[in-house]
């Protein structure tokens, strides 16, 4: 148990990027001194870090291995959200500071959005608003497809692809997985089955990927396997760009190899300006938005201090 002070203090929580006040709050109540200073750089931190316990990032700032160093009490880097490509592990790890970070507080954003996407490629709702605004009344170039009775090939079936199997099997779905580690259990439970990737390409009328990015994922969507998708199908990408061939990606879409895309994640984060996807009416973009819901930060937030105070209490 870490010791009190004369105020009641038990330890001083750095936090360097915005996180839900109820987060804070959490701290605060278990007491914890909070600090809160928005996404200072290396020289800031380094001054900060002296004599923190704890410290809260998001995919902004860099806890680098300088940081680390300057910070003597320091016992747990948190991250508010998943990816830890912010924070020098190894050096956290030679100094026995734990590093925790909150994965599942945003899957049903994400599975919210793609559903999001998914409709609003099949109704081309993105496009006709866009004509709208240009007073172009686009009845005759709007023809959709109803969802009901289609099937969605779920390619990762974790956290995320989990959530969308869950509302796809509310919206009538016919649901195909590939995964490499099946679970059973759940693809049992929203009426899925696991099929190859090729069965599952050629199959389904909607796809989307759920893989976290990794060697074996990178281009897991090449021209090769865009090949064997209908041309009716429509392709999501929420996961990472560069699970998707983006230069295959353009042909396809220009050349009606696939019917259309929705993409919230980009090969090039920013997506520049006038790339080749923002001239195709066929797909619909995002600007990386997935987690990007009040609940999801409120969650991100909320567990990362739960595991601080779990930790930092045991001592
Ligand atoms: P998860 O770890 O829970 O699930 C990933 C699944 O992919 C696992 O079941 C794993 O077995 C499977 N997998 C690994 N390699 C595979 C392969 N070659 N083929 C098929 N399946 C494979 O992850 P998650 O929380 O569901 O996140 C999935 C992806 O979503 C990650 O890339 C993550 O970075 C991304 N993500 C995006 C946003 C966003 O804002 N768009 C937000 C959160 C997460």
Redesign the pocket.
């Known amino acids: 148990m870490t010791a009190e002070n004369a105020d009641g203090i038990i330890g001083k929580v750095l936090v360097a990027a915005p996180i839900h006040e109820k987060a804070l709050e959490l701290l605060r109540k278990n007491g914890f001194e909070v600090l809160y200073r928005e996404y200072p750089d290396e020289d800031q931190l380094v001054e900060l870090v002296r004599d923190v316990d704890a410290i809260i990032v998001r995919s902004k700032p860099k806890v680098t291995r300088r940081v680390i160093e300057a910070a003597p009490k320091l016992k747990v880097i948190a991250r508010a ?3 830890l490509d912010n924070v020098d592990l190894k050096a956290a790890e030679e100094r026995g500071i734990k590093v925790v970070n909150s ?2 507080a ?2 049903r954003s ?1 599975a919210e ?1 793609v559903i999001g996407l998914i409709f609003s490629v099949a109704r081309k709702i993105a496009f006709a608003d866009r004509k709208m605004r240009e007073g172009v009344w686009a009845k005759k170039q709007c023809m959709g497809i109803e969802l009901e009775g289609k099937t969605i090939g779920i ?7 989990y959530q969308i199997g869950k509302i796809a099997k509310a919206l009538n779905m016919n649901v195909l997985l ?4 099946p ?1 059973e259990e759940r693809a049992k439970e929203i009426g899925g089955r696991f099929a190859s ?1 090729e069965d599952l390409l050629k199959e389904s009328d909607v796809i989307t990927l ?5 060697d ?2 990178y281009h ?1 969507i090449n021209e090769e396997r865009l090949k064997l998708m209908k041309d009716t199908a429509i392709l999501i990408n ?3 760009g560069p ?1 998707v061939d983006t230069e295959a990606l353009v042909k396809a879409l220009k050349e009606g190899w696939i019917a259309g895309a929705g993409l ?2 980009y090969e090039e984060e920013p997506l520049p300006k006038d790339h080749p996807l923002t001239k195709l009416d066929n797909v619909v973009l995002t600007p ?5 819901t009040v609940e999801a930060q409120m969650r991100a937030g909320v567990q990362v201090a739960e595991k601080i105070v779990e930790i930092l209490k045991k001592g």
């Open positions: 959200g998943v990816g994965p599942a945003s899957s994400v959005l390619i990762g079936f974790g956290r995320i692809g590939y995964d490499p580690h679970n990737l759920h893989v976290p990015l990794l074996s994922t897991l929420a996961s990472r699970v919230d994640v990386h938005i997935g987690a990007s």
